[in-house]
Every structure is written in structure tokens, then in C-alpha cells.
């Protein structure tokens, strides 16, 4: 929010967005906002939009990501640990993109190989 109220600052400064972006890397570094999201927001303010806030998307917001749900797949998981993604996708009801997220993400869970017999290497002479 900070960066969008520099960016229109100099919007009525008679900046460009060229020159406001090189001023937000110059101050902000690399957490500057891109060249792209400065020239967007002098387009936003060249149409007569003042407002800095985003604007409302489409979409119904993620709602698979509960705490209850969170919880849910932890149980799962201590329960028995050989189940599959899709199989908890399907008791609880949700994506499977949520479960992945919730055990990823949430409960910090990843993937560990396991090899049931060792590799066999080959010797140059058979």
C-alpha cells in the first residue's frame, strides 16, 4: 500500500512511470513492486481512478484451508501415514490441490524416498 500511494504521488507529480519506478527500486530495493504493476497503476490513475485499494476479483475465496480441515488431515496422517492424497481428498470432501497445500504448507509435511532394495551397479567387465 505504501508503494501505491509513492507511485501516485508522482503520478501527480508529472512523473513517468519509468522514472517513478527507477525512484521505488532506489528506495525499496528488490522489494519494489515490478515496472509492470507501476505502469498499471498510471493507467489506473490516468482513467480518473483514484482509489488504491485492488479492486473486487471473481472467484469464491479459498475455503477448503480450515483450521478444522487442518486438523482433519493431521489425524489422518498419524493414523496412517500410507494414505494417499486422493483418498483423503475424498473422505474429507475437498481438492486435492487443498489436502497437498494443507500437509505442504500448513503442517509442513513433505515426502520422504524410501528405496526397498539398494541400487545395483553394474560392473564395466559383463
Known amino acids: 500500500m505504501e508503494q501505491r500511494v509513492n507511485i501516485k504521488f508522482c503520478f501527480k507529480l508529472g512523473k513517468t512511470a519509468k522514472e517513478t519506478h527507477k525512484m521505488l527500486v532506489k528506495v525499496y530495493g528488490v522489494d519494489a513492486v515490478s515496472k509492470k504493476c507501476v505502469f498499471e497503476w498510471f493507467k489506473r490513475f490516468s482513467d480518473g481512478k483514484e482509489d488504491l485499494k485492488d479492486e473486487p476479483r471473481s472467484g469464491r475465496p479459498p475455503t477448503n484451508t480450515t483450521p478444522d480441515n487442518i486438523e482433519r488431515v493431521r489425524r489422518m496422517l498419524v493414523d496412517d501415514r500410507l494414505l494417499s492424497l486422493r483418498m483423503m481428498a475424498e473422505e474429507l470432501k475437498i481438492s486435492l490441490d487443498s489436502v497437498s ?7 509442513q509435511k513433505r515426502k520422504k524416498k524410501v528405496y526397498a532394495f539398494p541400487t545395483l551397479r553394474r560392473s564395466s567387465n559383463v
Open 101 to 107: 497445500n494443507i500437509i505442504h504448507e500448513h503442517l
